[in-house]
């Protein structure tokens, strides 16, 4: 199979888990798929070298992470959040819908090193070593950001009234 | 942790946009193939050309190079997180506060961090804010720009020498086309121009020019900068790019210069 062959099976294959990666990182499913494509095209960029070496997961998770805190860092290319200004038609009562909207918001309060650490370690499941490696810190830094992060999301979910009953449920 | 991840579990099941196809993300990956091999031709024939007038320059360059304009600090001033973000919402207050007449702000906000990014070395402390302005009566036609004040500083802010802008670099985009160094009340201030290509949509030359001014104190680098565009939608979050870019700055380099030595960017004591 040529390149753009194993590129697109690979893109079939991780594209999507990617891609709600990137949305647990940022909240915005339009950013994510931004972050995505930036990413797989940078993998696309160095498939042989990366690929002979069998990392593919690796580097487009690192690739990923990163393409995101610099987005969230360059302040004249943060793009605003629509939310507050969204216009609806009709009334929406779906709790479901509260609840999401209540655990975006909650994931929103936590700094983007931190939420990186935290979908890193709880989403992806790696460990504080491959954590580390993809944020390019120290793992006591992974340690830190995720303990951080954690009481900030937990604090944050725990004000939210629609989050604790369903949790109460 | 089986709260946070079914708290992540509960945020997916927000349907999202379709994913682009593979015919489409090969696309783009083929055009940005494209472009980096045209970039590193291109860069490879400049650096031929800038090694020959280099060398052409290094000695005279050598015998009248001025010695730094300010001196080096002894220590990393350290800053708290707390403390951080107050500064931060102290230079955010400021910028709306210093628009001139005519010249809305609407929108902004501040940001702290430390750490390495690519764009700037490890260790570098980051305090700093923009804001959004519009100039142009309200229900007529508008002009956006983006005002930015932003405070490093980290072991590698130190070199207090106004001729090496590093690592306030970092936090510029586009290439520096100028630069000189101004006396403001009595301190040096390095102003420079930085030219950054833009999409052709919205201006017709593929170009915007900006200003920016730099100044060293106890070592912090305290850097201001007005983009006489911006990728936010100002006043329509739909149509991005909906609002013009300004046709001019709303501030002269000088003021630039000026705004360094404002109270509320200063560093904290």
Known sequence: ?169 | MNDVREAFGRLLEEPGPPPATAEQLLGAAHRARTRRRRTRGVTGAALAVLAVIGAAWLVPAEKTSPAPTTASPSSVPHLSDAAAQLVAQRMETTLGEILPAGVESVGGASSTWDGGVSSLPNGITTVGAFTDVLVGPRHGPLAGGQLLAYLLAGSETGAGDLCALTPGRGLLTGTEIGCEVLTVRGGKVRVGRMREAVAPARVASGYVEFHYAVRYVDGWLIMVWELPYTRQPLNNPVADGAVPMLDRPVFTPRRLAELTLEPGFAPPA
């Open chain 1, 1 to 169: 199979m040529d390149r753009d062959g194993e590129f697109a099976a690979y893109y079939a294959a991780r594209g999507a888990a990617l891609r709600n990666t990137a949305y647990l990182l940022c909240g915005d499913w339009h950013l994510a798929h931004d972050l995505t494509q930036t990413a797989l095209i940078k993998l696309y960029l160095v498939w042989s070298r990366v690929n002979r070496h069998g990392a593919l997961d690796a580097y487009a998770r690192q690739v990923l992470v990163r393409v995101f805190l610099d987005e969230r860092r360059r302040p004249w290319r943060r793009e605003r959040g629509t939310a507050d200004q969204a216009v609806f038609d009709r009334p929406v009562h779906d709790p479901a819908v509260e609840e999401r909207l209540a655990v975006r918001a909650a994931l929103a309060e936590v700094p983007p090193r931190q939420r990186a650490a935290i979908v890193l370690r709880f989403w992806l499941d790696l460990s504080v070593d491959q954590a580390a490696e993809a944020l390019r810190c120290s793992p006591g830094t992974v340690k830190s950001q995720t303990a951080r992060g954690l009481a900030t999301l937990r604090a944050a979910l725990e004000r939210t009234p629609e989050l604790a009953e369903g949790q109460r449920r």
